[in-house]
């Protein structure tokens, strides 16, 4: 009996140390991009990553391993770009479930940016008179705004938000660095593209003043130091990734695809969407 206890016991454990690491790989991971969107479009990054991680599993869901899309995006009438069909909520008039359209992202950051543009629709317009620090009114304001149709939505974003203490990257001042310092130390991947995402970062910061993310290279290169070949390719990546997340942004009508009569555009894979 009490090795089945201790063998009880070595599985919760072991499954608490498993989600704690999901949940600091992916902090770690997409902490920096929720942090540049909030800049860039006043949606605070406590909301984005909690909703991230609650619609992708932590990054392990099918749409969000297999199509970098992590909020459960669909296609609808005007996405041009790569499609991925798999049954979710939709039924045809036959009343069998018919398979949904989602779209395809080329990485994990284009999903984030698409999603801050999702939300610029106007009916989340609202949401945009709290204060990016106030996640507890934007999380009951999804909610409010249909985004989803589980009621208790709004309290798992905060639940989640207060778990994980993600209100300390709704700092405008925060320094991304010091925040998942206390994080568990994860190999870096080769694929992704910090340069990019600390580039468009600084494109966010400067955007008030008129500028371009050009402008922020060449203020670097106005400072007299000479740049390396390694400077010079991060330099390239960022810029391709910046006009990638740009071009992403012209492949949809967003006043035609988001008013308030249109389907939902989620997956919500945990919870069902009321019939």
Sequence with gaps: MRLIYLLFFTMIVSGVFAQN???SDYISTYGEIATTEMLRTGIPASIKLAQGMLESSYGQSELASGSNNHFGIKCHNTWTGERYYKYDDEFCEEGKRKESC???YSQPQESFYDHSEILKAKRY???FEY???DYVSWANG????GYATDPQYANKLIDMIEKHELYRFDESNANYQDLIAELPVKEKSDNKPKEAMMAE???AKIESDDHSIFDVFRKKRNTGKKSGNKDREKEKEALAFVDSARRNKN???QNDAFNDDSEYLFDEPLTPKSK
Aim: net charge positive; proline share 0%.
């Design 142 to 145: 999804l909610l409010k705004a």
């Design 21 to 23: 690491k999901l949940v």
């Design 131 to 133: 204060d990016s620090k």
């Design 201 to 203: 970062s600084q494109t």
């Design 102 to 104: 989602f779209r395809v």
């Design 251 to 253: 492949k949809v009508a």
């Design 125 to 127: 317009a609202f949401l």
